[in-house]
């Protein structure tokens, strides 16, 4: 069974802090996409990256593609409250469903 | 913006009563999911459909469980009979597989009282 570890589970922040999320696997994985779920709401997807080592940004927030695909990194620059949701990694492999992770809830304090 | 619609948002139903979940895909997606997300499991894929054909339906409990696709605009999960332990948020996503990532719809809470 593919497992994806998400850390931390909980992070509190205050307002203009940077942070970095970490999804952690044994298995490896074709892509791997990242998900932000806000309260009442179903999770949006944020970006898919496809190859080792492959970085991408979306505006403060960059994600990272680990060299054997097997982990992957988030890190937002100058948190703001609009930031604050649940981050969810989610791994592929073929054409079976996604697996997830249980996530990362953040709260960015104003 | 294409949205994947469920209805309905909220739910609250008696232990043994049965309870029926609707999605509205995306048209043109070929795949079809059914997730139920809770705070300690996060989210289990219940089962899934590709063109309509049902591929894995492992996650749910099939002796109360039961998930169907009757056309391409309509998927449904249906609980008989509810139990208190299903009180979660169920959340139906479509996409075009291979991956190029699900739109999830914005969720059932069930509540079974």
């Known amino acids: 069974t593919q497992l994806l570890e998400q850390s931390p589970q909980f992070l509190s922040i205050q307002e203009g802090e940077n942070l970095t999320v970490y999804c952690n696997s044994s298995?490896?994985?074709?892509?791997l996409q990242w998900y932000r779920q806000e309260p009442g709401e179903g999770p949006v997807l944020l970006v898919t990256?496809?190859?080792?080592?492959e970085v991408k940004k979306l505006k403060r927030l960059t994600f990272q593609f680990g060299d054997a695909r097997k982990d992957s990194s988030l890190h937002i620059t100058a948190a703001q409250p609009g930031d604050t949701g649940l981050y969810l990694c989610?791994?592929?492999?073929?054409?079976?469903?996604?697996?997830f992770g249980k996530g990362t809830r953040l709260s960015v304090i104003a | 913006d294409a949205r994947v619609t469920q209805t309905p948002r909220h739910k609250v139903t008696e232990m043994g009563q049965e309870v029926t979940m609707r999605c509205q895909p995306i048209?043109?997606?070929?795949?079809v999911f059914w997730y139920r997300q809770t705070m300690m499991q996060g989210l289990e894929l219940l089962a899934y459909?590709?063109?309509?054909?049902?591929?894995?339906d492992s996650g749910m409990p099939k002796d109360r469980f039961s998930a169907e696709m009757p056309d391409a605009t309509l998927a449904t999960l249906k609980i008989q009979p509810s139990e208190p332990r299903d009180s979660a948020v169920y959340f139906c996503?479509?996409?075009?597989?291979?991956?190029?990532?699900?739109?999830f719809g914005s969720g059932t809470r069930l509540t079974v009282v």
């Open positions: 048209l043109g997606h070929n795949t």
């Open positions: 298995s490896v994985f074709s892509s």
């Open positions: 459909f590709r063109n309509r054909a049902p591929l894995d």
């Open positions: 990256v496809v190859t080792g080592g």
């Open positions: 989610a791994g592929a492999s073929g054409n079976t469903p996604l697996v």
């Open positions: 996503a479509s996409g075009l597989v291979p991956v190029h990532g699900y739109t």
